[in-house]
């Protein structure tokens, strides 16, 4: 399914000798204008917006024809946010333009995808030197000098699965630490020496001196790097860049394939790489936003924060919480379901949530989760049979920390140093197992000292927790709140 938010133009994007009109939508008003001015480093901002593109038009599993889908821009106070998926959903990747990158005017705020098909690639491929590239992102123009051709833009719907991967990054990015980061000389033949793209395997990069070396095991303050050929749409940024910061979660020797995000740094704008845990493992299917997502009041959460969203270059979680008068965490639950509707990201730089313009709407989060609507199901037809309860608990030892992908505690936030702070759908004190009835079978859930789950069923079994809870995991939160209230 791919028409999920459809994006309306005044006229098609068109490139001539005056430069390229790039057509927009979204945003505060009917097709708004949002930026006009000139960039400061053309190449280098050129060289980033083409990555972004490459990305979105590589299948880097089971690769095939290019996929030719539209980036997303989105204009805020006082940068431009160029973001696209590949073809398989398992690399994320975003161009951040900052102030010092921008000499003009931020007319207004929005969110629309952009257009970028082989005329303007070619163009932009020709910027060099002191080339400059001028741009009016609105329905006037996008202005760049060294172009001309005529470019006709395809209006490409977002895919369905673009907006689940943009839920699922930016859970997971919130438990990111910055882990490493290397010089620009380092970064380069660091990134000369990983294998090549038809190289699946899972490595784990370990900070050591000015670089990383390559181990074929997890060991604590590594970095999962899966599929290092994924890492290739960095390397033509590389001559601009003055470091490469690397982030990812806690890790314990032992621990499963996790993201990571790789980040070249300039002055004037970032280019992020967020790799899913192994190459065949597309974001849309990680299941990391599904625990925030089975409180009861996540939709009202999410209609009361989305209406005190402004456009500043970041969320602060904490005045956030202030003005809608909930607790951080049923905050954080509210940005994750708003993420499902795609009107939330993270930045791992600024360790901050940011804003889209993007139509939401609070059904999308179950019909975008068959795993939450099976679980929701189980729970209202009184398949969960709770244990008595236990006298309250921590629901992770102080200081503890959460791993990823599942491992995002029930009844608890993950904080960006790791911890977990109580205050989700399973409160303190409640029950820690249950049976729960799924067809013609019978499995157990039980909670666990750390705040994970574990169950009896298969798909545990083959997964281990590691993509999500299963549905009988949630059918248990979603019974056990209910339970208590």
């Known amino acids: ?95 951040d333009i900052l102030p010092p990158g921008l000499d003009g005017e931020l007319l207004g705020h929005g969110t629309t995808n952009v257009d970028v098909n082989p005329p303007l690639r070619e163009a932009l491929a020709r910027i060099a030197g002191l080339d400059p590239l001028h741009l009016s992102v609105g329905p006037d123009a996008l202005t760049a000098k060294t172009l001309d051709g005529t470019v006709v833009e395809k209006k490409v719907p977002l895919p369905a699965r673009w907006l689940r991967g943009f839920a699922e990054v930016h859970v997971l990015s919130a438990g990111f630490d910055l882990r490493a980061e290397l010089p620009a000389t380092e970064a380069a033949a660091f990134l000369r020496r990983l294998p090549g793209a038809s190289d699946r395997s899972t490595l784990w990069a370990v900070p050591s001196g000015r670089t990383l070396r390559l181990t074929s095991r997890p060991v604590p303050e590594a970095v999962c790097l899966a599929g290092a050929g994924r890492l290739a749409a960095l390397r033509p940024l590389l001559r601009y860049s003055s470091s490469l910061r690397i982030y990812g979660p806690p890790l314990t020797t032992g621990s499963p394939p996790v993201a990571s995000a790789w980040e070249l740094q300039t002055e004037a704008l970032r280019l992020t790489l967020t790799l899913s845990p192994e190459v065949h493992r597309g974001f849309s299917g990680e299941g990391a936003a599904l625990t925030s997502l089975a409180s009861d009041e996540v939709t009202d959460d999410a209609e009361l924060v989305g209406a005190l969203l402004s456009w500043d270059p970041t969320i602060d979680v904490a005045a956030l919480a202030d003005a809608a008068g909930l607790e951080p965490p049923r905050v954080r639950a509210a940005l994750a379901q708003l993420g ?76 960006q140093d790791g911890a977990v702070t109580p205050g989700g759908a399973v409160p303190l004190g409640g029950a820690t197992s249950a049976t729960v009835r799924s067809g013609d079978e019978t499995y157990r859930v039980r909670l666990l000292p750390d705040g994970t789950t574990t169950c009896t069923c298969p798909w545990w079994g083959k997964h281990g927790g590691h993509r999500g809870p299963c549905k009988h995991a949630l059918a248990f939160t979603i019974a056990t709140a209910q339970a208590n209230t």
């Open 1 to 95: 399914m791919n028409v999920v938010q459809e994006f309306r133009y005044l006229a098609p994007s068109t490139a001539g000798a005056g430069g390229v009109a790039l057509q927009t939508s979204g945003g505060p008003e009917a097709n708004p204008r949002f930026f006009a001015g000139y960039l400061t480093t053309p190449p280098a901002a050129a060289a980033g917006l083409l990555a972004v593109a490459d990305v979105a038009r590589t299948r880097y599993h089971r690769p095939r024809d290019p996929a030719s889908l539209d980036p997303v821009v989105t204009g805020s106070a006082d940068r431009l946010r160029f973001e696209s998926f590949s073809g398989c959903c398992g690399v994320y990747a975003r161009l």
């Open 340 to 415: 499902t509707a795609g009107r939330v990201g993270y930045d791992v730089t600024e360790a901050a949530y940011f804003h889209r313009a993007m139509p939401y709407d609070a059904a999308r989060a179950e019909r975008d989760n068959p795993r939450l609507t099976s679980a929701r199901a189980l729970a209202e037809s009184g398949a969960v049979t709770l244990d008595a309860a236990v006298p309250p608990v921590s629901a992770v030892p102080q200081g503890g920390a959460a791993t990823q992908g599942g491992a995002m505690p029930l009844g608890g936030t993950v904080t």
